[in-house]
């Protein structure tokens, strides 16, 4: 049976619900080969989760593409990753 990579693993598992929230597709792919798969830098992909309004459609279209799901799925994690966010600084 061939090995199946981190991403491919996440994309089976947020396709079947499994993985709901950005830092549940984080506990399945390593944060630095992620950052440069999707064509940033560690340390950019760092920044934008500490601030996730920072995050560029290019940067939520290259998420997708890498993980093979559409799009508006990665953005819905984002927007709701951002709201936990906040509720938690104020």
């Known amino acids: 049976m061939a090995k199946m990579s981190k991403n ?24 630095t080969p992620f950052s440069r798969d ?3 830098t560690p340390e950019r992909f760092s920044r934008l989760l500490d601030n996730p309004t920072l995050f560029r459609f290019a940067d939520v ?7 093979g799901v559409d799009s508006k799925i990665i953005l819905e994690m984002i ?4 709201l936990q966010k906040q509720k938690r600084r104020r």
Request: proline letters at 3%.
């Open 8 to 31: 491919s693993i996440a994309k089976k598992l947020i396709l079947s619900g499994e993985i709901k929230t950005l830092p549940e597709l984080l506990s399945v792919v390593d944060e």
């Open 38 to 40: 999707i064509g940033t």
């Open 61 to 67: 279209y290259n998420m997708a593409s890498t993980l």
């Open 79 to 82: 927007h709701e990753y951002n």
